[in-house]
């Protein structure tokens, strides 16, 4: 069965850093790309950002662009998210998510951990 | 930017309901690779139909989708209780861009 669990949430305050981690089983986490996808209190979807299976390939969001990177460890089967600088607005549900291909439809998708930016 | 969906939409148990999804000729339009999520309210979403038609294993035929130019649709037929629910598009758009979601319908079993 496939899974993928979040981890590395949590209450930071505006300008620090946190580091979110997402393992996944029952698949080799390195024969897909990965993303991570935020949803603001009670709004909607947003693509944060995707790392192909090799970790050669990266995207972001304008949003978070030169704040955030995004890594894996196919070794671990796990894939991360550095976020620096961080803002209110970042406050969100990250969820780590595993794409059928390069930025294609996401088949499955962890619960979820959440990020409050506050002082 | 977000593709464009209709804030809510309703149906009896037993009706169809139908949620539209507009974008560009740079995204939806573009490409055979829309999906739809639906996500019940504190879940994560699931994905009920990708590449425009196509459903996952373990989702009903209830739900189809369809696309004409720069619209995308997602209809459920014969309603239930558990299909009520948030439902999200998104598109493919462009190899070096990062995918799009609509801005999401909440669907209301009356």
């Known amino acids: 069965e496939v899974q993928l669990l979040e981890s590395g949430g949590g209450l930071v305050q505006p300008g620090g850093s946190l580091r979110l981690s997402c393992v996944g089983s029952g698949f080799n986490l390195g024969s897909y790309a990965m993303s991570w996808v935020r949803q603001a209190p009670g709004k909607g979807l947003e693509w944060v950002s995707v790392?192909?299976?090799?970790?050669?390939?990266?995207l972001y969001a304008d949003s978070v662009k030169g704040r955030f990177t995004i890594s894996r460890d196919n070794s671990k089967n796990t894939l991360f998210l550095q976020m620096n600088s961080l803002r209110a607005e970042d406050t969100a549900v990250f969820y780590c998510?595993?794409?059928?291909?390069?930025?294609?439809?996401?088949?499955?998708w962890g619960q979820g951990t959440l990020v409050t930016v506050s002082s | 930017s977000a593709l464009t969906q209709p804030p809510s939409a309703s149906g009896s148990p037993g009706q169809s309901v139908t949620i539209s999804c507009t974008g560009t000729s740079s995204d939806v339009g573009g490409y055979n690779y829309v999906s739809w999520y639906q996500q019940h309210p504190g879940k994560a979403p699931k994905l009920v139909i990708y590449e425009v038609n196509k459903r996952p294993s373990g989702v009903p035929d209830r739900f189809s989708g369809s696309k004409s130019d720069n619209t995308a649709s997602l209809t459920v037929s014969g309603l239930q209780a558990e299909d009520e629910a948030d439902y999200y598009c998104?598109?493919?758009?462009?190899?070096?861009?990062?995918?799009?979601f609509g801005t999401g319908t909440k669907v209301t079993v009356l």
């Open positions: 790392i192909s299976g090799n970790g050669g390939n990266t």
């Open positions: 998510a595993r794409q059928k291909q390069w930025l294609k439809a996401v088949d499955y």
């Open positions: 998104s598109s493919y758009a462009g190899s070096n861009n990062l995918c799009v």
